[in-house]
């Protein structure tokens, strides 16, 4: 297990150290564009988000930390936080075909205990998932045939076509990252630290989102590659928090 090591947050980039609060019913980050880098053939990725929840009850899917999906419904990409706190990997191929079973895969547990954590999940480009949990071993899962390419996503949320999002994510996120490619453990290191910011743009992410000197919640700021304009949806300003990882 690598071991994370203290906060080493850069004041000029992240003042306050800040976060989003998400209220488990209606709110949510729109990230459509990002869900060009999913395609469960032949696209490599890392997906990284830094997050808190406390004691989800009931609900043995789960709610999202992040969803992927086409317009027409037909195939999905998504990971929850369950009521037994574990971290929940789902795929839907088609509208029948799941990647890896009905049940998703399940990874970990008690990470619903309102302490920070982070998630990482890297796809290999041809036939691995991978989950990491706060810096321990990676838990793999083949991921079998099957095409998902998203057009449309979310963090906080499964969107899953154009107009509907579901599993809304009632806790707290201080960032969230996609690579199109899969990290080397130096940079997942980095991830797992979170230390320095400077570091995670160098490592140019197509997509990172952080609200530290945010001081208003029409978005969450993106400094990845990619063009996107993040849109939180049904947001307040009191919803951006002081206190990060």
């Not at 990409?77 to 191929?93: E, F, K, M, P, Q």
């Not at 998932?129 to 390419?149: C, E």
């Not at 490619?181 to 230390?195: H, S």
Request: charged share 20%.
């Amino acid at each position: 297990m690598r071991k994370r090591g203290p906060s080493l947050l850069l004041p000029e980039h992240y003042p306050a150290g800040a976060h989003i609060v998400m209220d488990g019913v209606s709110e949510y980050v729109q990230i459509d564009a990002a869900a060009a880098l999913i395609d469960f053939n032949d696209q490599p990725h890392t997906i990284a988000i830094w997050f808190k929840v406390a004691d989800i009850t009931g609900d043995t899917v789960g709610e999202a930390l992040f969803g992927f999906g086409n317009t027409d419904a037909s195939s999905r990409y998504w990971a929850t936080i369950n009521d037994s706190g574990s971290l929940v990997l789902y795929g839907l191929a088609d509208s029948s075909t799941f990647l890896w079973g009905a049940a998703g895969k399940v990874v970990g547990s008690g990470l619903d205990d309102d302490e920070w954590h982070v998630v990482i999940v890297t796809y290999n480009g041809s036939d691995t998932l991978t989950a990491y949990i706060d810096g321990a071993t990676g838990v793999t899962q083949a991921v079998g045939s099957g095409d998902l390419q998203g057009t449309v996503g979310a963090m906080g949320a499964l969107r899953y076509n154009s107009g509907v999002a579901a599993k809304w994510f009632s806790g707290k996120v201080a960032s969230f990252a996609m690579f199109d490619r899969v990290l080397d453990a130096g940079e997942m290191d980095v991830l797992e630290r979170q230390t320095p910011l400077a570091d995670i743009r160098n490592m140019q992410p197509q997509v990172w989102l952080w609200c530290g000197d945010k001081d208003v919640i029409t978005d969450m700021r993106n400094h990845g590659l990619l063009a996107l304009t993040p849109a939180m949806q049904n947001a307040e300003a009191e919803d951006i928090a002081a206190g990060s990882p």
